[in-house]
């Protein structure tokens, strides 16, 4: 199948690769002509495990090619993608201009009918919308389809190709079809396509992303709860994930969620619930326990250390999880705004997201080649990041570097037992 993808940020390029991958010939369009050229060299701007070598064996076997020229892209093509961003507004509303135009441009392009796939996220009646600008701007006939994507970053590729369902909001038979046929490959094993209306597909991105940011900040409560009565959250944890109508997963407790999506769209849910006259009280307190979380560590410090200017504190991890460079809203922002404000030396270190972070806070941190750097002369280490390389390191190490061997670990990567054997004066999210 010829596929167009519009928008080559972290899905679009995910969608697109995913697609040539498993044989359709797909062109992405983007109006960034540095990132095209980028692209076209094989190079991928962001990071994420395993797409880089699909664009470059795609692009080497000729069925990936990328361009800023929308309109031929969309002639030639069976199947147009929408995978621009969706930018939140000051009311925490999702901004559809960009989804608007580009379906505006595509309309314009149109040479026969088109099947015009809005992969962004975006609230309920967007589809509609989009409906209507095509209306206006054409005459061919066309079909509008809503396939919200669910990737988790750092995990994306495994998603696209092997994912639990597949949600397809279309009313047109003809669309359906064509639908079904382009993600058979993916779903061979028996995962689902769920076919259904537009709304239900734009409304079940949101649910999704609302009711786990729902799960982690009732657990980060419940974690605050176990350091007042002396409980064990992993052991609460354990209890509770047991139980099948529960299950594991988004049970861990931590110094609360990130990334572009989970606040962006519990954002969202809530405004557009507003707009229908609908309070979505749930989603309030997520939020709040959210932002309340983000700085815990903080709290911890100040009852330890009592003040905290002039001390020194070591970062680990600056991306909002592992396996990402991406920052958007992710804890480690809030946490070492609070310290520099209360006169705290940060020294931090990531293994991906340091330009990145270079942008946010230019030189007022210092920014360490790797952990064992970042906790020299420290007086105290924070864990916001659960990158792997951070479980196992050498304790002995860090405790002959530091000034003084206090952590503040806020992702429980380690035992409290253990670390107290190695010398630690060691705080965890509702552990002892």
């Avoid at 989970?262 to 997520?286: G, N, T």
Wanted: with cysteine.
């Amino acid at each position: 199948m010829r596929i167009a993808v519009v928008g080559t940020g972290y899905v679009g390029l995910v969608a697109g690769a995913c697609f040539a991958e498993s044989g359709n010939d797909v062109v992405c369009v983007d109006n960034n002509q540095a990132k095209v050229r980028l692209l076209r060299r094989g190079k991928v701007p962001i990071y994420e495990p395993g797409l880089e070598e699909l664009v470059r064996r795609n692009r080497a076997e000729g069925r990936l090619t990328f361009t800023t020229t929308l309109a031929k892209a969309v002639r030639d093509s069976a199947v147009v993608f929408i995978a621009v961003g969706t930018p939140q507004g000051e009311d925490g509303s999702a901004d559809l201009k960009h989804v608007l135009e580009v379906a505006r441009e595509i309309a314009r392009a149109m040479n026969g009918y088109k099947v015009i796939v809005d992969k962004s996220t975006v609230p309920v009646g967007t589809s509609e919308k989009i409906r209507a600008v095509l209306r206006r701007e054409t005459t061919h006939p066309f079909s509008v389809v809503s396939n919200p994507e669910f990737l988790k970053q750092g995990a994306a590729i495994d998603d696209f190709m092997k994912p639990d369902r597949v949600v397809v909001g279309a009313e047109d038979p003809r669309a359906q079809a064509l639908m079904l046929e382009l993600y058979e490959p993916f779903t061979r094993t028996g995962s689902p396509i769920m076919v259904m209306d537009c709304a239900s597909a734009e409304l079940a991105k949101y649910a999704a992303n609302a009711m786990l940011a729902t799960r982690i900040s009732f657990m980060n409560e419940v974690a605050n709860v176990c350091e007042l009565v002396g409980a064990d959250v992993d052991q609460v944890r354990r209890a509770i994930g047991a139980d099948k109508r529960i299950g594991t997963s988004f049970l861990f407790p931590g110094v609360g969620y990130g990334g572009s999506c989970f606040p962006k769209d519990v954002q969202a849910m809530r405004r557009f619930a507003a707009d229908k006259e609908y309070d979505f009280r749930i989603l309030d307190a997520v939020e709040q326990v959210n932002k309340l979380q983000k700085i815990k560590l903080v709290g911890m410090m100040r009852k330890h250390f009592g003040s905290l200017k002039g001390k020194t504190v070591a970062v680990w991890g600056l991306a909002f999880k592992p396996r990402t460079d991406d920052m958007r809203e992710a804890p480690s922002i809030p946490l070492i705004e609070a310290l520099l404000s209360a006169g705290v030396s940060v020294q931090a270190f990531d293994p991906e997201a340091v330009r990145i972070a270079k942008g946010i806070f230019g030189s007022r941190i210092t920014y360490a080649a790797n952990g064992y750097d970042a906790v020299k002369g420290a007086d105290a280490l924070a864990i916001v990041t659960e990158w792997n390389e951070f479980r196992r390191p050498d304790l002995g190490r860090i405790r002959s570097l530091m000034r003084s061997p206090v952590v503040f670990d806020g992702r429980n990567l380690f035992a409290p037992a253990h670390m107290k054997q190695n010398g630690f004066t060691y705080y965890s999210i509702g552990r002892s």
